[in-house]
């Protein structure tokens, strides 16, 4: 248990995986808030929108009619990110200048697909079974074997799963060999989500994004510093025996509020053994995976009784990269939400934040008792 008097003064938590600090102030819980509110979430959504381009059967942006689909869509978004097809670029030669040292460019190809949660506009992952959760992990499964390098460790072990949706992709397969998938969603507008049909995307990307560098260079230095042990599944062995940041664990994953957690309701899902990406998984561990995420959504929700925003996104190993590095990665899924005292009030990362190191109020401890109490059914399911 954190000493006591962690829940009344200042501190700092170290965070391992981004070898960073955060900033911990408890007793700024206490002060009264007068600044800006979020509306709670009062709409009540149909089971099919005609004016949605993501319902069964409905026409999209750009013209393409949706099939009449049952459980997870995949399409190539309308409006990408990143492209598969751009003019060619390299940057110039000349090592020495003051451009090339201080203007670092470097060109980026990728694909965005957006993945819908079901047929339904109106079911979340909250409102979703594990078992109708399970597509959707079983899609992201599908997606990220299609696009893994033939010389990827993982390749082997992809060959062997039997899944689910094998014209998933209806085709369009990879056209370049990619470094790194990002499988995100983003719920709610308080999030940027533009489009309320629950739904994830899938950002596939030439380079390693930073977050993701990050933490991969932070495993394999603390995997090199301690005899191969891995990072997470330390962690993991830690907060299990602990129980204080535990929010719900089941037989192969812990869902926790991390020690050096940033949000105040953050929460991540780790795997318990050592896990380096989707592929990894057997069937009854995806269902464990899609039990994990509906008790995170479901206790987000009835925390403050509403539709609680948040961005995830599952960290995993690379599609391409060298033996040591896909050995070195590890399963998990961060949970990032931004509301703080209720479904009016949300945290903003400003001012000292942006300018020195990120800061939180309530501690993780807290954050993790109050979504213990959350579990249990759908607060609006009894309405």
Known sequence: ?????????????????????????????KRPWQGQQEGPSKTTLPDYDESCYLCPGNKRAQGDTNPQYEHTFVFVNDYSAVKEQQAEYSPGSDTQSLESRLLQVEPVKGKC???????????????????????????????YM???????????????????????????YP???????????NKGQAMGCSNPHPHGQVWITTG??????????????????????????????????????????????????????TWPFEVMIVSKKHSRALVDFSDEERLSLAEAMAEVTRRYDNLFETQFPYSMGLHQ????????????????????????????VRKFLVGYEMMAEPQRDITPEQAAKRLRDCGGELYRSKI
Request: hydrophobic share 40%; net charge negative.
């Open 317 to 344: 190993a690379p599609l391409e990269g060298k033996d040591a590095e896909i050995e070195a990665s590890y399963f998990h899924i961060h949970f990032y939400p931004p509301l703080l005292r209720s479904a009016s």
């Open 146 to 172: 299609s696009h893994l390098s033939p010389q990827n460790l993982l390749t082997k072990v992809a060959e062997g799963l039997n899944l689910p949706f094998p014209d998933l992709l209806n085709g369009k």
């Open 175 to 185: 056209s370049h060999q990619y470094k790194y998938m990002q499988i995100f969603e």
């Open 1 to 29: 248990m954190p000493d006591a008097i962690l829940d009344d003064i200042s501190h700092r938590r170290f965070n391992p995986l981004r070898g960073s600090w955060i900033l911990v102030s408890p007793h700024r819980t």
């Open 113 to 143: 697909f957006v993945l819908t949660f079901s047929r339904a506009h109106n079911l979340t992952l909250a409102d979703l079974t594990p078992a109708q959760i399970l597509p959707v992990i079983q899609a992201w499964t599908r997606i």
């Open 208 to 261: 390693l994004p930073e977050e993701a560098a990050i933490e991969l260079q932070q495993m394999q230095k603390y995997r090199n510093d301690h005899g191969g042990s891995h990072m997470l599944e330390d962690y993991a062995a830690l907060e299990s025996r602990l129980q204080e940041r535990v929010v719900f664990e089941n037989a192969v994953f812990l869902v926790v509020c991390p020690w050096w957690a």
